[in-house]
Nanobody, 122 residues
Framework: QVQLVESGGGLVQVGESMRLSCAAS????????VGWFRQAPGKERELVAA????????YYPDSVKGQFTVSRDNERRTFYLEMNRLKPEDMGIYYC???????????????WGQGTQVTVSS
């Protein structure tokens, strides 16, 4: 049974940083693409960071490029989202996800974490 357990999230001030983690079990972790999605109130869920299974290639939409960094540790079966210079528009529920990919394709994800709220206070 595949399980993704997220940690991190919470309340930060504008301009601060936050790191989210996602620990995976029940699958051959290194064989899958991993990604982070964000769902802001009233908006659709969007892919905000992803990393491929083999090459380590990454994807970021323009809205977070240079601000977010995704990484993975295949030995620990865990991946991370480092978010810097947080803004109110970064608020939302963040979901980690794993899937066959392609890593840059939002519909390429099959397994999901429980979601964690990120709130940015001004």
């Amino acid at each position: 049974q595949v399980q993704l357990v997220e940690s991190g999230g919470g309340l930060v001030q504008v301009g601060e940083s936050m790191r989210l983690s996602c620990a995976a079990s029940g699958l051959i972790f290194h064989a899958y693409a991993v990604g982070w999605f964000r769902q802001a109130p009233g908006k659709e869920r969007e892919l905000v960071a992803a990393i491929g299974s083999k090459s380590g290639a990454t994807y970021y939409p323009d809205s977070v490029k240079g601000q977010f960094t995704v990484s993975r540790d295949n030995e620990r079966r865990t991946f991370y989202l480092e978010m810097n210079r947080l803004k109110p528009e970064d608020m939302g529920i963040y979901y980690c996800a794993i899937g066959p990919g392609p890593y840059f394709y939002a519909k390429g994800y099959k397994y999901w974490g429980q979601g964690t709220q990120v709130t940015v206070s001004s």
